[in-house]
């Protein structure tokens, strides 16, 4: 568990984990539609073990594809504390880098790294296949080494990422135990 | 005496390691029928053994906890009756006149336990699965009862080793070729069970976000999919043992349930999926029919 000095059951859980990656697309925005190309045929991501998981609770990877609103930040909120850890997020887009096209909008958030932790970023309006593919295998590398721990940031930090969180759903906020699971959920 | 706790140890193993595996080469052929490469044929247990290491798994309650456990543990106790050689003393598990009954009875132990977890966790999706589940359960048993028992009427004995020592002697006196229609109609029971595709009801992912296993993930999930791995080897190995004549090497084996096997696969890579109350109405019309013929010419012979 501890990262800098992995055991060898942890080294071959990483070599597991970077090839067994459970997908929850969550389609926020444009960017949703390169995903489908991305699993069929032609690009054919089950190569590298990518599968679909129905549920957040199957999931790795959370890949929020473009803007967010805030309404669907709270979802992408709950639905990211729902899996379990060791999990991933993947964001696609401009969108969520820096606002992208929506930089001045009153409802969409800008930086995604504020309200989780983002393990890698796809940059383009809208990213191709190949660029997710890319993104994908720059993951693979993050959790060979053992730097993909978002859970344990997110964990670390909670505060301040509840104070992010806060800042733009207000009072309408999601509760505690969603995030905490250790007494049981 | 340390050979037979070998034996024992070797059962859920052999049947883990070699389930899983024809769950990746499923995975793989489907993927070159779709004309792509397809993940690697070891792709489930790498995939089992993530979860597994996963750190995380949330329950909730005692109840959920042991659904999971009940269903490993149906299917393993099941899997013992079940004999993978029909000769020599190795993995011929243990058998005793009417065994045949137990194990039918021991097939749908780990579905309930799993449904009481479910229960627990109290996903409306795992409930609905659930419920798709025993109704879909309803119609898979007629034709595969029906079957069974033309086999112990035509057999004489209700042990499975009894009926895999009297197809001994040729291809001919295999059951499927002794008692087609009774194979035919068990063999749409079959591709229900083993979630071929027009009745994949239960966990279908489109409708009911895989249905019973929607709120288990971790180590739950791990134990979920090792007793799919181990349940399939041990459907394909009963229907070997009943009506093809067993194996006597652990080669002929594998040969003969993988060929079975690619029915299911080549079945559920071209059909798509019946709604329930049409599986459960295909399921009592053609291969009840067909099952009922068989009865009868069994009974007049
Ligand atoms: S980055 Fe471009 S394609 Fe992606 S969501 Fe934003 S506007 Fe749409």
């Not at chain 1, 080494?145 to 969180?165: C, M, P, V």
């Not at chain 2, 389930?19 to 489930?44: C, D, E, K, S, T």
């Not at chain 2, 994949?200 to 249905?211: K, L, M, R, T």
């Amino acid at each position: 568990m501890c990262t800098d000095n992995p055991g060898v059951w942890e080294y071959i859980a990483n070599w597991a984990r970077k090839h067994s990656i459970w997908v929850l697309a969550y389609g926020t925005g444009c960017g949703a539609i390169e995903l489908p190309p991305t699993m069929t045929s032609r690009y054919d991501a089950e190569r590298f073990g990518l599968r679909g998981a129905a549920t957040p609770r199957q999931a790795d990877l959370l890949i929020i594809s473009g803007y967010l609103a805030t309404k669907s930040l709270k979802r992408v909120i709950r639905t990211y504390e729902q899996m379990y850890d060791p999990k991933y997020v993947m964001a696609l887009g401009s969108c969520t880098i820096n606002g992208g096209m929506y930089w001045d909008s009153y409802n969409t958030i800008k930086k995604l790294d504020l309200y989780i932790p983002v393990d890698v970023y796809v940059a383009g309006c809208m990213p191709r296949p190949e660029a997710i593919i890319q993104g994908i295998i720059s993951l693979q590398k993050r959790i060979e080494e053992g730097k993909a721990e978002g859970a344990k940031k997110y964990r670390e930090n909670i505060e301040w990422y509840k104070k992010n969180q806060r800042e733009v759903l207000g009072d309408d906020f999601l509760p505690d135990y969603t995030w905490n699971f250790e007494g049981g959920i | 005496m340390g050979m037979k706790i070998l034996n024992i140890v070797a059962y859920p193993f052999i049947a883990f390691i070699v389930g899983m595996l024809y769950m990746g080469i499923a995975r793989n052929i489907i993927g070159r029928i779709h004309r792509r490469w397809g993940p690697p044929v070891f792709q489930n247990l790498i995939d089992v053994f993530k979860l597994y290491r996963k750190r995380e798994a949330g329950s909730h309650g005692v109840m959920f906890h042991l659904g999971p456990i009940i269903m490993v543990t149906g299917i393993v106790s099941c899997l013992y009756f079940v004999p993978l050689l029909n000769n020599g003393v190795w993995l011929k598990g243990f058998s005793f006149e009417g065994d045949l009954i137990l194990v039918t009875y021991l097939m749908v132990l780990g579905s309930l336990g799993m449904a009481l977890g479910v229960g627990q966790g109290g996903v409306p999706f795992g409930v609905m699965g659930v419920t798709r589940g025993l109704t879909r359960l309803i119609g898979l048993e007629i034709p595969y009862f029906i079957a069974i028992i033309v086999l112990m009427a035509h057999y004489n004995t209700a042990s499975i080793n009894k009926i895999m020592e009297l197809q001994a002697g040729g291809i001919t006196h295999w059951g499927m070729f002794k008692l087609p229609l009774a194979f035919i109609a068990s063999l749409f029971s079959f591709w229900g069970m083993m979630g071929a595709s027009p009745f994949d009801i239960p966990g279908a992912p489109q409708e009911v976000a895989s249905g019973p296993a929607t709120e288990f993930g971790g180590k739950y999930l791990a134990l979920m999919m090792t007793s799919r791995g181990i349940f399939g080897f041990l459907k394909l190995t009963l229907w070997v043992d009943l009506f093809m004549g067993g194996a006597a090497t652990i080669l002929i084996l594998i040969g003969k349930t993988f060929l079975l096997f690619l029915t299911v696969l080549f079945v559920s890579a071209v059909y798509s999926r019946f709604k329930v109350e049409q599986a459960v109405d295909f399921m009592w019309r053609y291969p009840t029919l067909i099952g009922l013929i068989a009865l009868v010419i069994e009974m007049v012979r």
